[in-house]
């Protein structure tokens, strides 16, 4: 098994590596899995994302807040086998609180220039993913789960 600081740092290296992931919701009974341009948000504990109000995405997310969020870390090597890992954060999708909005639509627009006139249009709302926990899978034989509170541990 491996020790928390280590999965913290992967974790960390890869949510400031990557802008994209695939965020998965339920509705009605239904699967639906969406690619979300995304900002790590309070460290690790929120992923920020931006929708618009009219999509399944948005509608799934008022009727079951509970979603996964994986990114992918892996790269093919020169033989076309995979190498890396993939981080799966798993927690409740809400609206982004209107105390955190600014901070969270500037840190957003950071990462994500380009997406300006799309997270500022008045159908557009911010999303914060409050994780509860990320699973690390390196191999079929080396997965690891961690709570947000476990990754804090010095």
């Not at 699967?31 to 948000?41: D, E, G, K, W, Y």
């Not at 929120?46 to 008022?62: E, H, I, P, S």
């Not at 992918?72 to 190498?83: H, I, N």
């Not at 609206?95 to 997406?115: F, K, N, S």
Request: glycine share 6%; charged share 20%.
């Amino acid at each position: 098994m491996r020790h928390p600081v280590t999965d913290k740092h992967t974790i960390q290296q890869l949510l400031r590596a990557t802008g994209f992931a695939i965020l998965a919701t339920e509705g009605a009974g239904q699967p639906h899995a969406s690619l979300i341009a995304v900002t790590p948000f309070q460290g690790w504990r929120q992923l920020v994302f931006a929708t618009y109000r009219d999509t399944k995405k948005y509608r799934n997310l008022l009727q079951n807040h509970r979603v996964s969020v994986l990114v992918d870390g892996c790269k093919a090597s020169r033989g076309g086998e995979q190498e890396g890992f993939v981080v799966t954060a798993v927690g409740k999708a809400q609206d982004i609180a209107a105390d955190q909005h600014d901070a969270a639509m500037q840190a957003h627009l950071r990462r994500h220039p380009d997406l300006t006139s799309f997270v500022q249009s008045p159908d557009c709302v911010l999303v914060a993913v409050a994780v509860e926990a990320y699973q690390v899978v390196r191999s079929i034989d080396d997965v690891t789960w961690w709570t947000v509170d476990a990754l804090n541990t010095p």
